[in-house]
């Protein structure tokens, strides 16, 4: 074999999944079509956001490139839902689309063990099932171990304007027109999904006077753990926020057919996203809604394009003109690039194990939007979880497969292979039955030790992170062990600080539950030289403990059940008396432990019930 | 699931003087020993008989016996407590109530067999008996579920979900979506608004479950009042109009039920009938104190008058006792000269009769169903939540709604409020059996515009 592993695709999914085979030693070829694409942002330019930017704090934790690249890159940078509760908060970075891609790039031609070759790729070398190896345009095969699909949207892709459709990828790259029906061939199931984007606008021929400002947060944030902050705050770059008019609607209303999805094009089979609905589906769909919301963002600090976020649509040409001149600031604009729909190809998710191997082909690996998820940061958290399995598997070890109450990046690969996608399929905090236990500000407890078990996490960084948890540990402990009694100077000091006095003795632990205390006021008592990290952690884990314990508690039972393993030659049709329903269901997502197999829809107890006595039956003869 | 402590009743319902409710799991011997009045389960030796009372609140709920059986030499393996209740069907549903409240989950189908079987007590060549078990009890199970859920209350159920998950999409909207300024922000007040409407719902459909048990069980009735005031011909003229049998029938502790009425469908379960019977003069024989202890173990006291003669003291004070019950004040001889002064009676229930010419009766009967709001209340629809499950379930909803306003007093983040709205939503989804995850995400894309 020329390779242990060939990644085809250099977008976001395979940057991680070949950083990561790299890094860990193996032989690794990176194949993209374009290498000035690699790590390209076709469509929104910001990394983050509600749970998406949860997602890229833990691919920091396990070890991989995004929180790293996007800390060095991007313009401006605040934490969303601070008011809202410590689950649910997560920051966003307006990334900078020059900067990024070309910091990634140097990354990836500074690794050892990492080729990158710039091809298409139009088939794959199968055996048995088995694959060993790629094919390219001009016939040449390539030959791997392991083969890491990450085609993202340049799977027979079709750009729509209007009643006018072009084979072509975003930025009119040169597709694979073949490797999706070769796929099919090997019996994979493909599907077409739909995704669109809006217009870049020249900048000096927007007026800002007319839109309001939003800037970045005043104080340093980073996604990565380990990195310190780059970039000056009052660098950051603000972003503007409009409205649509009343003459936006009109003019959609009166053109509505002749945009692609409402008459323009009548062989259209993709399926949207319901997330991001293009302006003449808003504007069907929520006709009484006399505005929308859109936001003007910088692209980059070196370019002058302005994106227009949420006025995604595929009108024709000379509407998207009209369209953008009806909105205010706008009426001179000067439009760069044209807003546009795009369909491509995607194998339904359900056909992968929960390590992003294929079940049909051996040593096949697939990430990202070929998946049917949408979203840079849904794609690295794949890449990278693929890349780490397509390790291990080479390794002889058992794959990282993370839980739903463990990772965000759990909750997206377990609903992609137990639920599949109806429509691109974008992580939301709703998603996360556990989310309360999937913080920010926890994505390095909760996934360090697995980045240091993988081989991702090196030694240093390690100790710092064992560092940290300790210092938790131990200011835990001060607070526990630090008990205060009601005396006047003690009680005083609570009226002072806006508390009511004690009545009984009680250590700072308890105190600190009152909602008016925390931990600074504490430094009364004790002495508190901690890093705000500790401090915060600390706080959280004290002010919402009834909480935490009960996700905690219904977490468990889920977990447990995760860990009961279906053996997998497992024949469904021997379990007689199983729901044909049921055994139908089964035979088709085959899940490798009863907790996945209850998440399946259609799945119900009972099922569950006869599913348990069968393999107790079949595969533990331990009587006692 | 397999951690979880369950509980079911053993016995058929209904049948035999005694029922056996069975609990088996790791908490079992802790959670049944809460509800003692004594409280000495924990340390007393493997399968050893305790006589107790089960108590709810310090309420008597039965006298019971209880056997202990620590694991592994038990039927699933694990520890487990059988009580032997004595109190028919009432009783013993309140029994599982109360089980199911504090920490027990329903046993499924067939699920004390799977555990012994999972736990190695059966011998594995009898796995197929055991998946058959499941699969025919499930079935049942289903039948009967689907045959319950068509009706009034799993409409007022489902009405309540899904105005609870408008708001759960709308703070889920505001945390997942938090840049769209255009979408109204959910306010604490906005929530506690919504709570107390819910619990309000909430509240109803147990009362109506209530009546519904009433309905099915019966209405614990006492005809009380002063010699000669014509109980008997009250009883007697109930009896013979509807044609009601008198029969012996299985009581409860709280209960001794004597004689049963179908009044149009509704059962009155007249409680002390031989003394009505046997002698008019209840009250000289059993005094107020009694008449008291009557009125506390009825649903519904029908108090006789007599037109013709004055108010008592002794009356006055038991109308007073009878305030805060469902009762009727009947008064009666109104053929017959007016010497009663009837300004002295502050119920609202008063009936005027007289019960040997006929008059009065209809209105009597109206009047009970107007207390016991039977009119509103089709009798099948209840059914389904009488089961102790469900009202325990109601209960619990109730607990989680008191959950959100102490969160939201001090001052907690949505996010954690929203735990237990959350809660709230997937309790009454069990109920009717509708717990599927996609609909929160649905109705965020179908209630909000959003996208890039």
Same mark, same amino acid.
């Given at each position: 074999?020329?390779?242990?592993?060939?990644?085809?695709?250099?977008?976001?999914?395979?940057?991680?999944?070949?950083?990561?085979?790299?890094?860990?030693?193996?032989?690794?070829?990176?194949?993209?079509?374009?290498?000035?694409?690699?790590?390209?942002?076709?469509?929104?330019?910001?990394?983050?956001?509600?749970?998406?930017?949860?997602?890229?704090?833990?691919?920091?934790?396990?070890?991989?490139?995004?929180?790293?690249?996007?800390?060095?890159?991007?313009?401006?940078?605040?934490?969303?839902?601070?008011?809202?509760?410590?689950?649910?908060?997560?920051?966003?970075?307006?990334?900078?689309?020059?900067?990024?891609?070309?910091?990634?790039?140097?990354?990836?031609?500074?690794?050892?063990?990492?080729?990158?070759?710039?091809?298409?790729?139009?088939?794959?070398?199968?055996?048995?099932?088995?694959?060993?190896?790629?094919?390219?345009?001009?016939?040449?095969?390539?030959?791997?171990?392991?083969?890491?699909?990450?085609?993202?949207?340049?799977?027979?892709?079709?750009?729509?304007?209007?009643?006018?459709?072009?084979?072509?990828?975003?930025?009119?790259?040169?597709?694979?027109?073949?490797?999706?029906?070769?796929?099919?061939?090997?019996?994979?199931?493909?599907?077409?999904?739909?995704?669109?984007?809006?217009?870049?606008?020249?900048?000096?021929?927007?007026?800002?006077?007319?839109?309001?400002?939003?800037?970045?947060?005043?104080?340093?944030?980073?996604?990565?753990?380990?990195?310190?902050?780059?970039?000056?705050?009052?660098?950051?770059?603000?972003?503007?926020?409009?409205?649509?008019?009343?003459?936006?609607?009109?003019?959609?209303?009166?053109?509505?057919?002749?945009?692609?999805?409402?008459?323009?094009?009548?062989?259209?089979?993709?399926?949207?996203?319901?997330?991001?609905?293009?302006?003449?589906?808003?504007?069907?769909?929520?006709?009484?809604?006399?505005?929308?919301?859109?936001?003007?963002?910088?692209?980059?600090?070196?370019?002058?394009?302005?994106?227009?976020?949420?006025?995604?649509?595929?009108?024709?040409?000379?509407?998207?003109?009209?369209?953008?001149?009806?909105?205010?600031?706008?009426?001179?604009?000067?439009?760069?690039?044209?807003?546009?729909?795009?369909?491509?190809?995607?194998?339904?998710?359900?056909?992968?194990?929960?390590?992003?191997?294929?079940?049909?082909?051996?040593?096949?690996?697939?990430?990202?939007?070929?998946?049917?998820?949408?979203?840079?940061?849904?794609?690295?958290?794949?890449?990278?979880?693929?890349?780490?399995?397509?390790?291990?598997?080479?390794?002889?070890?058992?794959?990282?497969?993370?839980?739903?109450?463990?990772?965000?990046?759990?909750?997206?690969?377990?609903?992609?292979?137990?639920?599949?996608?109806?429509?691109?399929?974008?992580?939301?905090?709703?998603?996360?039955?556990?989310?309360?236990?999937?913080?920010?500000?926890?994505?390095?407890?909760?996934?360090?030790?697995?980045?240091?078990?993988?081989?991702?996490?090196?030694?240093?960084?390690?100790?710092?992170?064992?560092?940290?948890?300790?210092?938790?540990?131990?200011?835990?402990?001060?607070?526990?062990?630090?008990?205060?009694?009601?005396?006047?100077?003690?009680?005083?000091?609570? =009226?002072? &600080?806006?508390?009511?006095?004690?009545? %009984?003795? +009680?250590? #700072?632990?308890?105190? *600190? !539950?009152?909602?008016?205390? @925390?931990?600074?006021?504490?430094?009364?008592?004790?002495?508190?030289?901690?890093?705000?990290?500790?401090?915060?952690?600390?706080?959280?884990?004290?002010?919402?403990?009834?909480?935490?314990?009960?996700?905690?508690?219904?977490?468990?039972?889920?977990?447990?059940?995760?860990?009961?393993?279906?053996?997998?030659?497992?024949?469904?049709?021997?379990?007689?008396?199983?729901?044909?329903?049921?055994?139908?269901?089964?035979?088709?997502?085959?899940?490798?432990?009863?907790?996945?197999? =209850?998440? &399946?829809?259609?799945?119900?107890?009972? %099922?569950? +019930?006869? #599913?348990?006595?069968? *393999? !107790?039956?079949?595969?533990? @003869?331990?009587?006692? | 699931?397999?951690?979880?402590?369950?509980?079911?009743?053993?016995?058929?319902?209904?049948?035999?003087?005694?029922?056996?409710?069975?609990?088996?799991?790791?908490?079992?011997?802790?959670?049944?020993?809460?509800?003692?009045?004594?409280?000495?389960?924990?340390?007393?030796?493997?399968?050893?008989?305790?006589?107790?009372?089960?108590?709810?609140?310090?309420?008597?709920?039965?006298?019971?016996?209880?056997?202990?059986?620590?694991?592994?030499?038990?039927?699933?393996?694990?520890?487990?407590?059988?009580?032997?209740?004595?109190?028919?069907?009432?009783?013993?549903?309140?029994?599982?109530?109360?089980?199911?409240?504090?920490?027990?989950?329903?046993?499924?189908?067939?699920?004390?067999?799977?555990?012994?079987?999972?736990?190695?007590?059966?011998?594995?060549?009898?796995?197929?008996?055991?998946?058959?078990?499941?699969?025919?009890?499930?079935?049942?199970?289903?039948?009967?579920?689907?045959?319950?859920?068509?009706?009034?209350?799993?409409?007022?159920?489902?009405?309540?979900?899904?105005?609870?998950?408008?708001?759960?999409?709308?703070?889920?909207?505001?945390?997942?979506?938090?840049?769209?300024?255009?979408?109204?922000?959910?306010?604490?007040?906005?929530?506690?608004?919504?709570?107390?409407?819910?619990?309000?719902?909430?509240?109803?459909?147990?009362?109506?479950?209530?009546?519904?048990?009433?309905?099915?069980?019966?209405?614990?009735?006492?005809?009380?009042?002063?010699?000669?005031?014509?109980?008997?011909?009250?009883?007697?003229?109930?009896?013979?109009?509807?044609?009601?049998?008198?029969?012996?029938?299985?009581?409860?502790?709280?209960?001794?039920?004597?004689?049963?009425?179908?009044?149009?469908?509704?059962?009155?379960?007249?409680?002390?009938?031989?003394?009505?019977?046997?002698?008019?003069?209840?009250?000289?024989?059993?005094?107020?104190?009694?008449?008291?202890?009557?009125?506390?173990?009825?649903?519904?006291?029908?108090?006789?008058?007599?037109?013709?003669?004055?108010?008592?003291?002794?009356?006055?004070?038991?109308?007073?006792?009878?305030?805060?019950?469902?009762?009727?004040?009947?008064?009666?001889?109104?053929?017959?000269?007016?010497?009663?002064?009837?300004?002295?009676?502050?119920?609202?229930?008063?009936?005027?009769?007289?019960?040997?010419?006929?008059?009065?009766?209809?209105?009597?009967?109206?009047?009970?169903?107007?207390?016991?709001?039977?009119?509103?209340?089709?009798?099948?629809?209840?059914?389904?939540?009488?089961?102790?499950?469900?009202?325990?379930?109601?209960?619990?909803?109730?607990?989680?709604?008191?959950?959100?306003?102490?969160?939201?007093?001090?001052?907690?983040?949505?996010?954690?409020?929203?735990?237990?709205?959350?809660?709230?939503?997937?309790?009454?989804?069990?109920?009717?059996?509708?717990?599927?995850?996609?609909?929160?995400?649905?109705?965020?894309?179908?209630?909000?515009?959003?996208?890039?």
């Amino acid at each position: 074999m020329e390779y242990e592993v060939i990644v085809v695709g250099g977008g976001h999914a395979g940057c991680e999944a070949a950083l990561a085979c790299a890094r860990k030693g193996h032989k690794t070829l990176l194949v993209t079509g374009n290498i000035n694409n690699i790590a390209d942002m076709p469509c929104n330019p910001s990394i983050g956001g509600s749970a998406k930017g949860i997602v890229v704090r833990e691919i920091d934790a396990l070890g991989g490139e995004m929180g790293k690249v996007a800390d060095r890159s991007h313009i401006q940078i605040k934490m969303l839902n601070n008011g809202k509760g410590p689950a649910v908060r997560a920051l966003r970075s307006q990334a900078d689309k020059q900067v990024y891609p070309k910091e990634m790039l140097k990354v990836l031609e500074n690794q050892d063990n990492l080729e990158i070759l710039e091809a298409i790729v139009e088939d794959l070398i199968v055996d048995n099932d088995t694959i060993s190896g790629i094919i390219l345009e001009n016939n040449k095969k390539i030959t791997s171990e392991i083969v890491i699909l990450t085609t993202g949207t340049y799977l027979r892709p079709s750009i729509m304007v209007g009643d006018t459709r072009r084979n072509e990828g975003p930025h009119g790259e040169k597709p694979s027109l073949y490797l999706s029906k070769n796929l099919a061939k090997l019996g994979f199931e493909i599907i077409r999904l739909k995704t669109g984007t809006p217009q870049r606008i020249k900048k000096d021929t927007i007026d800002f006077s007319k839109a309001k400002i939003e800037n970045g947060d005043n104080c340093f944030h980073t996604f990565s753990h380990y990195q310190k902050p780059q970039y000056k705050i009052e660098d950051q770059v603000p972003c503007h926020l409009i409205y649509t008019t009343e003459e936006t609607r009109k003019i959609i209303q009166e053109n509505l057919n002749k945009s692609s999805m409402y008459g323009g094009l009548d062989d259209i089979e993709g399926v949207g996203p319901r997330y991001c609905p293009s302006i003449e589906d808003k504007i069907v769909r929520f006709s009484d809604k006399e505005k929308h919301q859109l936001f003007l963002e910088p692209e980059s600090r070196y370019t002058d394009s302005i994106y227009i976020q949420g006025f995604s649509t595929s009108m024709p040409y000379d509407v998207q003109d009209q369209l953008v001149k009806s909105l205010p600031g706008l009426k001179n604009a000067k439009i760069l690039k044209y807003a546009y729909a795009i369909e491509y190809d995607a194998i339904y998710p359900t056909q992968l194990k929960p390590s992003l191997e294929t079940k049909k082909i051996n040593n096949l690996f697939t990430a990202g939007q070929i998946n049917g998820t949408s979203g840079y940061e849904e794609a690295a958290g794949q890449g990278l979880i693929a890349g780490i399995n397509a390790s291990l598997k080479l390794e002889g070890k058992d794959p990282l497969i993370l839980k739903r109450d463990e990772a965000y990046i759990g909750v997206l690969i377990d609903d992609l292979v137990t639920k599949g996608v109806r429509d691109p399929y974008r992580l939301l905090t709703s998603r996360a039955e556990y989310r309360l236990l999937l913080r920010h500000d926890n994505a390095d407890l909760r996934l360090t030790e697995y980045g240091y078990q993988v081989g991702l996490i090196d030694e240093d960084r390690y100790t710092f992170f064992k560092n940290k948890k300790a210092k938790i540990q131990e200011l835990e402990n001060k607070l526990i062990k630090y008990r205060i009694n009601p005396t006047k100077e003690i009680n005083n000091y609570l =009226l002072e &600080i806006n508390s009511t006095k004690l009545k %009984d003795g +009680s250590t #700072l632990y308890d105190l *600190l !539950k009152r909602p008016e205390i @925390n931990i600074e006021k504490l430094s009364k008592f004790i002495e508190i030289d901690y890093d705000l990290e500790i401090i915060e952690q600390v706080e959280i884990n004290n002010k919402y403990e009834g909480y935490i314990n009960k996700v905690k508690k219904e977490a468990q039972k889920m977990s447990n059940l995760d860990n009961k393993f279906i053996p997998e030659d497992i024949d469904y049709n021997k379990i007689h008396n199983l729901a044909s329903e049921a055994k139908q269901k089964l035979n088709e997502i085959r899940p490798t432990s009863v907790g996945q197999a =209850l998440r &399946i829809s259609g799945i119900n107890p009972s %099922d569950i +019930s006869i #599913l348990m006595v069968y *393999l !107790k039956k079949e595969y533990n @003869n331990d009587r006692k | 699931m397999m951690e979880d402590t369950i509980t079911a009743i053993s016995t058929a319902l209904g049948v035999g003087a005694i029922s056996i409710i069975r609990v088996s799991g790791n908490d079992s011997i802790k959670i049944v020993n809460n509800l003692t009045k004594n409280k000495k389960l924990i340390d007393v030796p493997s399968h050893t008989i305790h006589y107790e009372h089960i108590l709810d609140n310090e309420k008597l709920i039965d006298e019971v016996l209880i056997s202990i059986m620590r694991a592994p030499k038990t039927f699933t393996r694990e520890d487990i407590v059988e009580i032997n209740a004595h109190g028919g069907i009432t009783t013993t549903n309140r029994i599982l109530e109360l089980l199911l409240r504090n920490g027990c989950r329903l046993a499924e189908p067939g699920e004390f067999t799977k555990r012994a079987f999972l736990n190695g007590r059966i011998d594995l060549t009898q796995a197929e008996g055991v998946m058959d078990l499941i699969n025919s009890k499930t079935e049942k199970a289903r039948d009967l579920a689907i045959n319950q859920i068509d009706g009034k209350v799993s409409n007022l159920i489902k009405n309540l979900r899904s105005e609870i998950i408008k708001v759960l999409a709308n703070i889920e909207v505001n945390i997942d979506y938090p840049e769209y300024e255009d979408i109204e922000q959910v306010t604490n007040k906005h929530i506690l608004d919504k709570i107390e409407d819910i619990k309000n719902q909430i509240k109803k459909i147990l009362k109506e479950s209530e009546n519904g048990k009433l309905i099915k069980e019966g209405i614990a009735t006492s005809i009380i009042g002063r010699p000669n005031v014509g109980k008997s011909s009250l009883l007697n003229k109930l009896i013979g109009e509807d044609k009601a049998i008198v029969t012996e029938i299985e009581g409860t502790t709280r209960d001794i039920v004597e004689g049963t009425i179908n009044l149009d469908g509704i059962l009155l379960n007249i409680v002390d009938t031989a003394g009505i019977r046997k002698t008019d003069d209840i009250v000289e024989k059993i005094g107020v104190r009694k008449s008291i202890e009557l009125i506390d173990k009825s649903d519904l006291i029908l108090y006789v008058l007599n037109n013709n003669e004055k108010i008592t003291d002794d009356d006055l004070e038991i109308l007073t006792k009878l305030e805060y019950k469902n009762h009727i004040v009947i008064i009666n001889k109104n053929d017959l000269e007016n010497n009663l002064d009837i300004s002295k009676i502050s119920s609202k229930n008063i009936i005027k009769t007289s019960i040997t010419n006929d008059k009065g009766i209809e209105e009597l009967k109206e009047k009970i169903k107007e207390l016991f709001n039977l009119e509103q209340i089709d009798t099948d629809d209840m059914s389904y939540l009488t089961n102790a499950r469900s009202v325990a379930i109601l209960k619990d909803t109730l607990n989680s709604v008191e959950e959100v306003k102490k969160g939201l007093n001090n001052d907690l983040p949505i996010d954690m409020i929203e735990i237990n709205i959350k809660e709230i939503w997937n309790l009454l989804g069990e109920i009717i059996g509708e717990t599927y995850q996609e609909e929160l995400i649905d109705q965020l894309f179908s209630q909000f515009c959003l996208g890039k």
